[in-house]
Structures are given as C-alpha cells and as structure tokens.
C-alpha cells in the first residue's frame, strides 16, 4: 500500500505561481507512475499531467501545458507539480494519485489509479 499527501496548496493572486509536492510512503515509490488530478466545485475529477516512474515522460492537459510541470524526486520520495501563470480557473482541490507501471508508461485515467492522496486547495484570486 501506498500512502499520499499532498502540500503546498494555498491562495495565490492571478499570474503567481505555486508548488504542490506529494509524498509517499508505505511502498516502492521508484517504481509507480504519477498523476496529479483537479477538482473544481459540481465538477469532476479532471486530469493535469502525468510521469513516468523514471520521470522520463510526462503529459499535461491542453487547458495546463505550458503553464504546469511535474517531476519527481524518487530518492525522496516525492512528486512534484510547478504551476505558473495561474488563474482562476486553475481553483480547485488538487490531487496526486499513483500506479504501477512499466517504464516510460504512464496512466492518465481516474480509473487507471490505485492510490490517491487526500488533495490540497489550490485558490486563484483575480
């Protein structure tokens, strides 16, 4: 089983910037893809971007690309994703979740995800 919590949400002014990380624990963390998944209110569950567990690969949705990075630092155990030039559509509860995967592969899916952190509120202001 793997563990995930989320950090590093908060408020953050239209065109600022922000740093969530998850931590993992409880397994093998070198050898899990990563997601990282939104949730705005009476919407659903969306996603953001993608990693391999090398950190090799990535994938982002067209609506953060350009804007948003993920990496990932497997010697600490902990994923990352750098959201720049955020706006108030970005507000939402932000999600890391986790899986097994071959290298290079990685999942893009709620439904492909078998650990999920318990999200961290992101809020742009504008």
């Known amino acids: 089983q793997v563990q995930l919590v989320e950090s590093g949400g908060g408020l953050v002014q239209a065109g600022g910037s922000l740093r969530l990380s998850c931590a993992a624990s409880?397994?093998?963390?070198?050898?899990?893809?990563m997601g990282w998944f939104r949730q705005a209110p009476g919407k659903e569950r969306e996603f953001v971007g993608a990693?391999?567990?090398?950190?090799?690969?990535?994938d982002y949705s067209d609506s953060v690309k350009g804007r948003f990075a993920i990496s990932r630092d497997n010697a600490k155990n902990t994923g990352y994703l750098q959201m720049n030039s955020l706006n108030s559509e970005d507000t939402a509860v932000y999600y890391c979740?986790?899986?097994?995967?071959?290298?290079?592969?990685?999942?893009?899916?709620?439904?492909?995800?078998?650990?999920w952190g318990q999200g961290t509120q992101v809020t742009v202001s504008s």
């Open positions: 979740a986790a899986v097994r995967k071959p290298y290079l592969t990685i999942a893009t899916k709620v439904s492909e995800f078998e650990f």
């Open positions: 409880g397994g093998t963390f070198s050898r899990y893809a």
């Open positions: 990693i391999d567990w090398s950190g090799v690969r990535t």
